[in-house]
């Protein structure tokens, strides 16, 4: 079978009515993920319901968070935000928190639509990623981010998750 291409896709900010669909994705995502990095046990306990309760907070931040959706053809694929940065040690006044794109969009240049939608294109900024995933390494370097040389062991789902810091 032939993809279908996609040309249909909008990236906007996120709203109330999104959490339930941005509750599905994202527990979606985080099983395509971290599926090589935390037991498939805590990776069970993701509920969209949970995911969508959390979204129902985050959409309702203020002006300084930036949360967007990517849909294709009217559906959520994927979604990120950004905001002040969380950090006592924070390199850059910007934190990007979160994106997530559905793995069958990956490649499709989404991810850099809703990138972009989080953070201004020279703007500093830093984040923390999983030390074992490689693509999104990739990623933040093409979009010019450089690890600082900082890590920390994240609580993750009841389990142990180490992270590194990139910075732009």
């Known amino acids: 079978m032939t993809a279908q291409p996609r040309t249909d ?3 906007r900010p996120v709203r109330d009515v ?3 669909a941005l509750g599905r994705v994202h527990a979606t995502c985080w099983h395509e993920t971290y599926d090589h990095l935390i037991s498939e046990a805590a990776l069970k306990a993701v509920s969209p319901r949970r995911m969508a309760e959390l979204w129902t907070h985050w959409a309702s931040q203020g ?3 930036r949360m ?3 849909l294709v053809d009217g559906e959520i694929v994927g979604f990120v935000g950004s905001g002040p940065a969380r950090d006592d040690d924070a390199p850059r006044a910007r934190e990007l928190y979160f994106i997530y794109l559905l793995d069958a969009f990956h490649g499709t240049g989404i991810g850099q639509q809703l990138f972009d939608a989080a953070v201004d294109a ?3 900024a830093y ?3 999983a030390d074992d995933n490689p693509r999104a390494h990739r990623f933040y370097t093409r979009n ?3 690890l600082d040389g900082a890590s920390h062991v994240e609580p993750f789902l009841g389990e142990e998750l180490t992270e590194v810091r990139f910075v732009r």
Do not use: M, R
């Open 63 to 65: 002006e300084d968070y």
């Open 127 to 129: 984040l923390w990623v």
């Open 122 to 124: 020279e703007e500093g």
């Open 68 to 70: 967007h959706a990517a």
């Open 9 to 11: 896709i909008v990236v």
């Open 18 to 20: 999104d959490a339930e």
């Open 144 to 146: 010019g981010f450089t």
